[in-house]
């Protein structure tokens, strides 16, 4: 590719057994292999793993959590962090109901909770670059905010739309492929082709990795800020609208835990608070491998408690495994 | 320095080191050593794999193959604390101490010298313990005052000392003199050679060879890993231009000669700039294909000056003009939209994407020639390579990520980043810090192509020898004003250290 010297053996030494591991050190290839040796052991243990519907089923289950994943994926590229997605879902879910539920049309109640989305990332980007405070911070502040909106739009009940807008969450294409899977798909493609192949991609992986020579670059740091903040905003209003559609009724904290298991899953595929690092391939089979460990473990009869804990333990080692190269320098 | 024959026990023997990182050996085979009471100098060009050394040495780093013995003990490797306890400190370039805490806190941080049965720390017994110390090297330094209000080189032996005061047998200096103004550099030399007096073995690394052949009593040579050559003063006479030639393995120039080219009018005006209250407003002018020096001493405001004009440093008042219309910059994006350019001193910090990769630092500013909607990446490829290639920048690949070149390349990838963007007026705050006499004279002649081509360009600098052949005109900065200007015929060092002074 370059004028490249030649890759040579390492010679013997006092390899330690971090320099062993250092393989491992490319996160994609080590998630692919875990994610198959849990496919293969579930398949093994039961004969329902491996059935194409199974499969269609896990990526239905997984896609709003994907979606958001790819939010967190792009701020945390960017050197940032947004907690208060999980509870925007829930919020712009409700506002959606209760647009329904008081007779507007579908196409409005749409426009508006895509555009209410926009709205609040926007918000959130705002105080995030012109106050220069860390954004967990802020966002774990509106994430509140969010949540409270949503118990007073909902009264603090449960809003149930059953029977309409079943497209975006159950219908199937051809009868096989649901759309979600399409969506998530879609969206995971996008952010993978901003990230890489936009210059505005570019830009936001610089100011993630030095936001002081990214400035001193002469690039419009607070721009890039405000609108990734935004978009990531928009892309929460689809993701609510696939939420509803898909259970049919919401209550307003229903998202509570998104924003931590979307971070969790961009951990896992080796996103790093760091910024300008990790790769959305890596944040999708992060979320992938959740997944289907989740339905794995469901399959086998693993309890839902117990998976808490090995949801908790998977993040603890994913992360340390992706520190190895850096414990010895 | 005399009688060092009388005390010649070897307190450091390296033997058949070597070091491979992926794609690059850093140390291949080498072989060092150092007696006590010497000073043994360590050149080579950038990338040759000198920081490389001394971070086996402190630990940092553990070789493949290869043992060092030290005190009698031999080993395969060091860790940090092993060095430590065997004696070994290390003064790197990159700040390593408290800003907020006074020179005396930092100098005993973490010692034994520090009285350790009483459970709070005597202030005074530090400062006077401090004072001792810098007088014992014979410099004069506050030692009570808080480290970040101390001048550049005044922190640079706050770092000396720091070291010192863990009583060394082996103490490495990483290009310690780049802080410091031409006429402080003679401390630093002649505090080197007292500590070496007291029975310490030095490992001193530079770039300057003058410097290096005035401190060390022996020098090794260090091309791609090996050991070229060892110089032993006492048995030899050598010249810089022996040195450059083993460093890089054929004859060099040392003394630049620039290729003069016709400047044209005046393009870049910068009017009545203020940036401190109670200096007088800067004004200056600069013309098509010029280039423009600016002398002066650290902290007499030159790096704020050229910030102030980018648009990066707050002006009190002052416009900026180019071809006749004010394009005052507020800010770097409106200053990078006009075609200026700065490329910044402290590259570390606020010039380099140090976990992204090299062609990703190339391309950052001028992303747009590469792509409208969609980047080509693989023309992106093309071009980079063509800039590693022009600079000569080490590297394994272009999908490296910069923090593992070395310090040399990774100011190269600075100036290719802005010569990718391509600009009419270019300020450059020390251009050449820390890059090896080779890639010097590639960079000069950068410069000078460019100034052909038209450009003009603002260099700070303060090494003479870059000063006095690059510049068309010199301004001297002088507590935020301009203290002098020199045309061509007048520029000589006498007139830059009269105007360091403030006489005329
Ligand atoms: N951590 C690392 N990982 C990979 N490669 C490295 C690492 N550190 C250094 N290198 C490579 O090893 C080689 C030697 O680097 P080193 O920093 O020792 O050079 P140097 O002689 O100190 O140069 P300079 O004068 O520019 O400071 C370089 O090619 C560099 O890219
Ligand atoms: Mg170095």
Redesign the interface.
């Given at each position: 590719?370059?004028?490249?010297?030649e890759?040579?053996q390492?010679?013997?030494?006092?390899?330690?057994i971090v320099d062993k591991l250092r393989f491992l050190n490319n996160q994609i290839v080590y998630l692919v292999l875990v994610i198959i040796v849990i496919g293969v052991a579930a398949s093994v243990l039961n004969q329902n793993f491996l059935t194409l519907r199974n499969l269609l089923n896990i990526m239905q289950q997984i896609s709003t959590l994907g979606i958001l994943t790819m939010c967190m994926a792009l701020l945390m590229i960017s050197g940032g962090l947004d907690i208060s997605i999980g509870n925007m879902t829930g919020l712009l879910a409700i506002i959606f109901a209760r647009m329904l539920l008081t007779g507007k049309s579908i196409f409005l109640s749409v426009i508006v909770v895509l555009l209410l989305g926009l709205v609040f990332g926007f918000i959130n980007g705002v105080i995030i670059a012109k106050s220069k405070v860390t954004p967990l911070i802020i966002t774990l502040g509106m994430n509140y905010v969010f949540l409270g909106i949503a118990l007073i739009v909902g009264g603090g009940r449960p809003q149930a739309i059953t029977g309409q807008f079943q497209f975006l969450g159950q219908a199937k294409i051809g009868g096989i492929v649901p759309v979600a899977i399409i969506i998530f798909l879609l969206i995971f493609i996008f952010s993978f082709?901003l990230r890489k192949?936009?210059?505005y991609g570019?830009?936001l992986?610089?100011i993630g990795?030095?936001p002081?020579?990214?400035?001193?670059?002469?690039?419009?740091v607070d721009l890039h800020i405000i609108s990734i903040y935004a978009l990531s905003g928009l892309i929460v209003g689809f993701t609510s609208l696939i939420l509803i559609s898909r259970l049919g009724m919401v209550q307003a904290d229903v998202g509570a835990n998104f924003a931590l298991q979307a971070l969790a899953a961009a951990i896992i595929g080796g996103i790093t608070f760091?910024?300008?690092?990790g790769s959305l391939v890596g944040a999708f089979f992060g979320v992938l491998l959740l997944g289907i460990l989740s339905n794995a473990l469901n399959i086998v009869g693993v309890s839902s408690f117990t998976q808490t804990i090995v949801l908790g333990a998977i993040i603890v080692v994913a992360t340390v495994i992706s520190n190895i190269g850096k414990m010895?320098? | 320095m005399e009688n060092k024959t009388l005390e010649k026990e070897k307190i450091l023997d390296v033997k058949n080191i070597s070091k491979e990182f992926p794609g690059v050996k850093a140390l291949n085979n080498f072989n060092f050593d150092l007696y006590k009471g010497e000073v043994h100098g360590l050149i080579g060009e950038n990338g040759a794999g000198k920081s490389t050394f001394i971070k086996l040495l402190s630990g940092a780093f553990q070789p493949n193959i290869g043992e060092i013995t030290i005190s009698g003990e031999t080993h395969k490797y060091l860790t940090p604390h092993v060095a430590r306890r065997l004696g070994i400190q290390t003064v790197y370039q990159e700040d390593i101490l408290v800003p907020g805490i006074s020179a005396a806190e930092n100098i005993f941080l973490g010692t034994e010298l520090i009285d350790s049965k009483k459970f709070f720390v005597s202030y005074r017994t530090m400062t006077d313990q401090a004072n001792t110390l810098a007088e014992q090297m014979g410099i004069t330094l506050k030692v009570d005052e808080i480290y970040e209000r101390l001048s550049p080189s005044d922190q640079q032996f706050v770092k000396i000392l720091k070291a010192l005061a863990q009583k060394p047998k082996v103490l490495i200096l990483d290009e310690p003199t780049q802080a410091f103004n031409v006429k402080d550099i003679g401390l630093v030399i002649e505090m080197v050679k007292r500590i070496s007096k007291e029975g310490v073995g030095v490992i001193y690394i530079a770039h300057d060879l003058e410097e290096i052949i005035e401190v060390a009593d022996r020098i090794t040579v260090l091309r791609d890993g090996r050991a070229i050559n060892t110089h032993d003063k006492k048995l030899e006479k050598y010249q810089p231009d022996d040195l450059a030639k083993e460093m890089i393995g054929r004859p060099v120039d040392l003394f630049f000669k620039k290729k003069e080219s016709p400047v044209g009018d005046y393009i870049f005006e910068v009017r009545d700039l203020k940036i401190k209250e109670s200096a007088k407003p800067i004004s200056f002018r600069v013309r098509e294909g010029e280039i423009l020096g600016v002398a002066g001493l650290k902290g007499a405001g030159r790096s704020e000056i050229a910030r102030a004009i980018f648009g990066a440093y707050r002006k009190l008042g002052g416009k900026i003009f180019y071809k006749g219309k004010n394009i005052t910059p507020s800010n770097p994006i409106q200053a990078v939209k006009s075609g200026i350019a700065l490329l910044t001193e402290s590259k570390k910090v606020d010039g380099l994407f140090m976990g992204l990769p090299v062609d990703h630092n190339i391309t950052v500013v001028g992303i747009d020639s590469i792509g409208k909607l969609f980047l080509s990446l693989g023309k992106e490829r093309k071009l980079c390579n063509e800039y590693v290639n022009k600079l000569n920048i080490k590297t394994p690949s272009l999908n490296k990520e910069i923090r593992f070149l070395s310090g040399g390349n990774q100011q190269k990838v600075v100036i290719a980043k802005w010569l990718f963007k391509g600009v009419n007026i270019l300020i450059v705050d020390e251009p050449t810090h820390g890059i090896d006499v080779n890639a010097k004279t590639e960079v000069y002649e950068l410069f000078t192509e460019l100034a052909a081509s038209g450009k003009s360009i603002i260099m700070i600098s303060s090494e003479m020898p870059e000063l006095i052949s690059l510049s068309d005109r010199i301004i001297i900065i002088r507590n935020y004003e301009i203290s002098k200007v020199l045309e061509k015929n007048e520029i000589n060092e006498e007139n830059i250290l009269s105007g360091f002074m403030g006489g005329n």
């Open positions: 590719m370059s004028n490249s010297k890759i040579k390492k010679v013997n030494g006092p390899a330690s082709l192949y936009t210059k570019r830009r992986n610089a990795g030095n002081l020579a990214a400035y001193l670059s002469g690039i419009n760091e910024g300008g690092k010895r320098r | -």
